[in-house]
């Protein structure tokens, strides 16, 4: 390796892209247009930097195939920052393997964050730990070792293990100090900053106060009964019962939640559980059928009675009602949560990390885009959208992660 590759490859590591482009701009081999592609990258044209990776790769041909899967890792990297959650994972693996063989560890432990890193994007929080297990965090330098950090902190957030989150954040400040990049010390300082943020409010008594992470993890380990207007479940400390797919249960049990221990009258009931303007006779008898269902569902924690006026949560024990709810109310907040990191997605990664169908997520985005709170630019595969961050609003407990079991 020449000594300009090697200049312009030691300022790319230390985050000086100018300095990198400056020394390989005019040349056209294949290690330059690698360097050429990581710079442009950095630099944000992932458009070009893409177009000059697959260049460099087939410069490289079959005869280089380490400084190829290189390549194939920038790539995915680029696919990662853009949000192009379909990217090929066996290419990846692929490459992954190879740079092993040929003992390039350091570039075959990047390869496995960036693996690690997209299943937390999709909420395959297993699978993602699992990948990491295979990195030995005393192997990496600085920079990886922030980087691997701060997939532990995240896995551990939508785990709701806040203790398990600071301490790899602590990790990944002095690896990101060590580097001396700019750009990774700011993002562990923005993750850092969402552990200090509220996540979400406390509904009991008909008083609201706002809970930052680690106090939703101590409620969720407490005696008391939540109804989680988040992730739309009821639970106490050791039962879960998803109502997230039965919406008319979920909407009744958190109106009773609310008026714990007072009842809720019929009428009001009706209003917002099956938007009827009046509780007449077929209202009612709805609502009778739907409150024996919602007695079925939560038979393991509560039972529902009826009142003179309507109906009230029992819980079973002498223990609290209370809900939990998102900080600020938003429709298709999902989407948000997912779109609050400022990176720019596609409808189709939206769906692959919802779990949801395309159309339905197109769907969620056009509402939003009519109601000035995302915005889409390109066309076709290309279209992404983005929005600015909402000042107070939840990300962690609205984003894609298996249902917390006791």
Request: include cysteine; proline fraction near 8%; hydrophobic fraction near 55%.
């Given at each position: 390796m020449d000594a300009l590759i090697t200049a312009a490859s030691r300022a790319l590591a230390t985050g000086d892209p100018l300095d990198a482009l400056n020394r390989v701009a005019l040349r056209d081999d294949a290690p330059a247009l690698a360097l050429r592609g990581i710079a442009m990258a950095q630099l944000g044209d992932l458009g070009r930097a893409k177009a000059l990776l697959r260049a460099a790769a087939r410069a490289f041909g079959t005869r280089e195939p380490a400084a190829r899967a290189r390549c194939v890792v920038a790539e995915a990297e680029i696919a990662l920052v853009s949000r192009d959650l379909g990217w090929p994972a066996t290419a990846l693996a692929a490459a992954r393997a190879t740079l092993e063989a040929h003992g390039d560890r350091v570039n075959a432990a990047h390869a496995r964050y960036l693996e690690a890193r997209r299943l937390l994007l999709i909420g395959r929080l297993g699978e993602a730990e699992h990948v990491l297990d295979g990195l030995d965090p005393a192997s990496l330098r600085p920079a990886s070792g922030a980087a691997r950090e701060l997939v532990v902190a995240g896995i551990a957030m939508r785990q709701l293990r806040t203790q398990a989150a600071r301490a790899a954040l602590a990790r990944a400040e002095q690896a990101a100090y060590a580097a001396a990049i700019p750009a990774l010390m700011a993002e562990v300082e923005s993750v850092a900053r969402a552990l200090e943020?509220?996540?979400?409010?406390?509904?009991?008594?008909?008083?609201?106060?706002?809970?930052?992470?680690?106090?939703?993890?101590?409620?969720?380990?407490?005696?008391?009964?939540?109804?989680?207007?988040?992730?739309?479940?009821?639970r106490d400390a050791h039962t879960v019962i998803p109502l997230d797919r039965r919406p008319v249960l979920f909407t009744l049990v958190r109106l009773l939640g609310e008026a714990w221990p007072d009842g809720v009258p019929r009428g009001t009931l009706v209003a917002l559980a099956f938007r009827g303007k009046r509780a007449d006779d077929s209202y009612r008898a709805r609502l009778r059928v739907e409150i024996g269902r919602l007695r079925h569902a939560l038979e393991p924690l509560a039972g529902v009675t009826a009142t003179p006026r309507g109906y009230a949560l029992a819980p079973s024990g002498s223990r609290e009602v209370v809900v939990l709810a998102p900080p600020v109310e938003e429709a298709h907040a999902s989407l948000l949560a997912l779109l609050a990191d400022g990176e720019a997605w596609s409808s189709s990664a939206l769906a692959l990390a919802l779990g949801i169908s395309q159309r339905s997520v197109q769907r969620g985005l056009d509402s939003l885009a009519t109601a000035g709170k995302v915005q889409g630019f390109g066309r076709g595969r290309a279209r992404r959208w983005i929005t600015s961050p909402v000042p107070g609003f939840p990300t962690t407990l609205l984003l894609p992660a298996p249902l917390p079991s006791g």
């Open positions: 943020t509220p996540v979400a409010r406390l509904i009991a008594h008909g008083e609201v106060r706002p809970l930052r992470l680690e106090a939703v993890e101590a409620l969720l380990t407490s005696p008391a009964l939540v109804v989680d207007a988040c992730r739309h479940l009821v």
